[in-house]
């Protein structure tokens, strides 16, 4: 349904027939986290995610996992080598 709280005639999931569904019936603002987003909007009472209704769930155990800006590094591959088989590669 279309949004008639703070994002007025955006999507939202959480819009029912009676109000506003999320907790507390209101979005809450962007974290300093996500200044840079590509999904961060603003509008005339602020910035919002256009994603997420409460931001700062979404950082409060490390990277959101919606962040544009942010990339996680992947681990290399490191896998435990056999120095005896090592050893027997390098002579060939």
Known sequence: MLC????KGQ??????????AYNGGLCHEIVEQCKG???AAELSS???????????TK???GNCNLATHVSSAAAGNKQKINPLKASKRARR
């Open 46 to 56: 602020g910035w919002y995610c256009a994603s997420c209704p409460e931001p700062s």
């Open 37 to 39: 987003c590509n999904r």
């Open 59 to 61: 950082w409060k155990y």
């Open 11 to 20: 999507e939202c999931a959480f819009m029912t027939a009676n109000g506003c």
């Open 4 to 7: 008639d709280t703070i994002r």
